[in-house]
């Protein structure tokens, strides 16, 4: 059980990351009227091992009336090495936070987060690193798996990443012209809430460009979302075809977690779609505020139901207690697998308990062993995300 206590303390360390996103306005990039960063993700897109390390720089200025400090960066791996401008940043003008990627761990996906630490910020703003690391040159075609006619994305299962309402989320993916003459693309049923834009337009043959989206909020939608949207080509839609010249690649230790596909993605389908997390705005709660808000305490975070024959079904049950002074509310539960049947989750009275139950349903999922997530939205401004886990065998 190793391996699963490894994925377990990663989604751990991945839900805190999610409880302390930054207080951002409908702005953007712009956090507590303090500080604005030019961006908050930088995408290295493909590189080479033997390219060694790579760098960026993000722009921190300071939109308030009085001085900013940046206190502290923290890198969440070892892997990254960061700088930052240490004096005091006067308003109007900025400041800087380099980071290098040492890319010396072999060709891979990563996506590094850096956490900084501002003065005036009750919390602190996550800046990320991406990109994908190769041992060697590969071509367009191979980098580029999925294709909609000539029109070419690396996987169209796309990662918006964590919002709260009130906010846009924006980021960019890179897309390819596997073909010989250039491709004017456009987008039909794009989901509500979600717009599209391209570099360059059309895309010169053999050649790459940046795909930026952007994400707004809406307070019917909660938890994890998907929005949508038809790719066109010379205004043609196709249906995806997956090419099988790269092995799809697996995270070490992920095979434990348990997550279905999207059904609507993939091949045979004609969409692309972008993810995103969303929880409640908090950052212009006052201390009194936040003093009298829900606190949800699970009495455990992890079920583990042991070992168990295929086809079985498991009942777990997670007491909520609400230590909060208002009530608690669950906004939306989300399960990363359709095996997992969670009951409703009512409103949570100060001072009550909730005897919160999940029954998974075994047949037909692989031997070995089991991670299910199950994630509670909540109302509660310390714990805006709630993760709870089962874990067992599967013989």
């Not at 809406?218 to 790719?231: F, L």
Request: aromatic share 8%.
């Amino acid at each position: 059980m190793k391996k699963l206590a490894v994925i377990t303390i990663t989604l751990l360390c991945s839900a805190f990351l999610v409880g302390i996103r930054a207080q951002g306005s409908k702005a953007g990039n712009t956090y507590g009227e303090i500080v604005r960063f030019d961006k908050t993700v930088h995408d290295f897109g493909d590189i080479l091992v033997s390219d060694g390390p790579v760098s960026a720089t993000f722009t921190a200025e300071n939109v308030s009336g009085s001085n900013m400090v940046i206190y502290n960066v923290v890198s969440s791996c070892g892997c990254t090495d960061v700088t930052w401008t240490r004096e005091p940043v006067k308003p109007g003008e900025s400041g800087k936070v380099k980071a290098t990627y040492k890319n010396d761990e072999g060709g891979y996906p990563f996506d590094k987060t850096l956490t900084v630490y501002v003065s005036g910020l009750k919390q602190p703003v996550i800046l990320r690193l991406r990109g994908e690391s190769h041992s060697k040159k590969l071509s367009l075609k191979e980098m580029y798996p999925v294709r909609f006619g000539n029109l070419a994305f690396k996987s169209v299962d796309i990662k918006g990443g964590n919002m709260s309402q009130g906010q846009q989320k924006s980021g960019e993916v890179l897309v390819a012209n596997l073909g010989k003459k250039p491709i004017d693309v456009k987008f039909k049923d794009v989901s509500p809430g979600l717009s599209l834009k391209l570099s360059q337009n059309p895309v010169p043959p053999g050649a790459t460009a940046k795909l930026a989206y952007t994400v707004t909020s809406d307070r019917s939608h909660w938890g994890k979302n998907y929005h949508y949207a038809t790719p066109l080509v010379d205004g043609v839609p196709y249906k995806a075809v997956i090419s099988q010249t790269q092995d799809p690649k697996k995270e070490a230790g992920t095979e434990a977690l348990l997550a279905d596909p999207n059904p609507l993605l993939g091949a045979g389908k004609p969409s692309i779609g972008i993810f995103t997390i969303t929880k409640e705005d908090f950052s212009s709660w006052t201390k009194a505020q936040r003093d009298a808000a829900s606190n949800p305490v699970a009495n455990e975070s992890t079920f583990s139901f042991g070992k168990v024959k295929s086809g079985e079904k498991v009942n777990a049950s997670f007491v909520i207690s609400n230590k909060g002074k208002s009530a608690l509310k669950v906004y939306k539960v989300d399960s990363e697998s359709s095996k997992l049947k969670p009951s409703a989750f009512p409103d949570v009275a100060p001072g009550s308990k909730y005897n919160f139950k999940c029954t998974l349903d075994t047949s037909g999922l692989p031997k070995g062993e089991c991670l299910i997530v199950v994630t509670l939205t909540t109302n509660s401004p310390l714990r805006p995300i709630v993760n709870l886990f089962m874990t067992g065998w599967i013989e």
